[in-house]
């Protein structure tokens, strides 16, 4: 089963997370290194939503 390192990080001290991650072979069989590449990149977007935590809210003016 290959194994990818994904990481993310915000730049900041202690802010970065990395994680080997195994794929199944099933998924990569038959495909281009260019679409073995693109499926790799999806599921590393995945991966990077699923380890972060973010969001908005709006701020009123205090006028």
Known sequence: ???????VSTGYVGCKRTEI????E???????EEEIEEYIE????QWVWENIDGGFSR?????
């Open 21 to 24: 991650v195994k794929i199944d």
């Open 59 to 63: 701020v009123e003016d205090e006028e």
């Open 1 to 7: 089963m290959p194994k990818y390192e994904f990481r």
């Open 42 to 45: 999806r599921e590393w977007a």
């Open 26 to 32: 099933d998924e990569l069989t038959g495909k281009t």
